[in-house]
């Protein structure tokens, strides 16, 4: 079983920082991909930031020069530094991966439960 489980969301004013971290467990062989995405209140799921394996990244344009995605291979963990945080940001933060378990072939998606960024104007 592999479980994604984030954390870092909460409260803070616009213009603010935040951080969330994702930290991925159970019976991993390897990730590839790693990626955060966002969900607001009668909206799309939308990407906002992916790292591959080798640290190559790609961003939403909404949230470029702002938001900084990296991940720590050893750790099986992925972050994302959220800086010059606008209203609009305010959603749900969700985790994903591309995980090869040790007990199946080939990688597999998944996702964590989610994390709430809100802020205020």
């Known amino acids: 079983q592999v479980q994604l489980v984030e954390s870092g969301g909460g409260l803070v004013q616009a213009g603010g920082s935040l951080r969330l971290s994702c930290a991925a467990s159970?019976?991993?062989?390897?990730?590839?991909?790693m990626g955060w995405y966002r969900q607001a209140p009668g909206k799309q799921r939308e990407l906002v930031a992916v790292i591959t394996s080798g640290g190559n990244t790609n961003y939403a344009d909404s949230v470029k020069g702002r938001f900084t995605i990296s991940r720590d291979n050893a750790k099986n963990t992925v972050y994302l530094q959220m800086n010059s945080l606008k209203p609009e940001d305010t959603a749900v933060y969700y985790c994903?991966?591309?995980?090869?378990?040790?007990?199946?072939?080939?990688?597999?998606?998944?996702w964590g439960q989610g994390t709430q960024v809100t802020v205020s104007s």
């Open positions: 159970g019976s991993i062989f390897s990730i590839n991909d």
């Open positions: 994903n991966a591309d995980i090869w378990r040790t007990t199946m072939r080939g990688y597999f998606n998944y």
